[in-house]
Nanobody, 120 residues
Framework: QVQLVESGGGLVQAGGSLELSCTAS????????MGWYRQAPGKERDLVAD???????KYADSVKGRFTISRDNAKNTVYLQMNSLKPEDTALYYC??????????????WGQGTQVTVSS
């Protein structure tokens, strides 16, 4: 089994900052990529940022220049530094990982989500 545990969410005023972290544990052979998604009430779950094992990074246009994703491979942990937060960033933030559990089998896994609320 694989577990993803997120932390760092909370309530912040507009213009403030938060850092999210997500650690993967369990039956992990090799992590392909880790990333963050978010889902606001009544909306779909969308990609925020993703980083792969080679260091390649993708950001949603809405967060470019404000959010930074990074990864500690030794700790199987991904971070999301969120600066200049806006009320529209309010959402439940989920960590997602694509990983191999052995040399040939891979799958995707989700964390339980952490709430980020930005007040105006």
């Amino acid at each position: 089994q694989v577990q993803l545990v997120e932390s760092g969410g909370g309530l912040v005023q507009a213009g403030g900052s938060l850092e999210l972290s997500c650690t993967a544990s369990g039956n992990i052979f090799r992590i392909i990529s880790m990333g963050w998604y978010r889902q606001a009430p009544g909306k779909e779950r969308d990609l925020v940022a993703d980083i792969n094992s080679g260091g390649g990074i993708k950001y949603a246009d809405s967060v470019k220049g404000r959010f930074t994703i990074s990864r500690d491979n030794a700790k199987n942990t991904v971070y999301l530094q969120m600066n200049s937060l806006k009320p529209e960033d309010t959402a439940l933030y989920y960590c997602k990982a694509y990983l191999y559990t052995d040399y040939r089998n891979w799958d995707s896994y989700w964390g339980q989500g952490t709430q980020v609320t930005v007040s105006s």
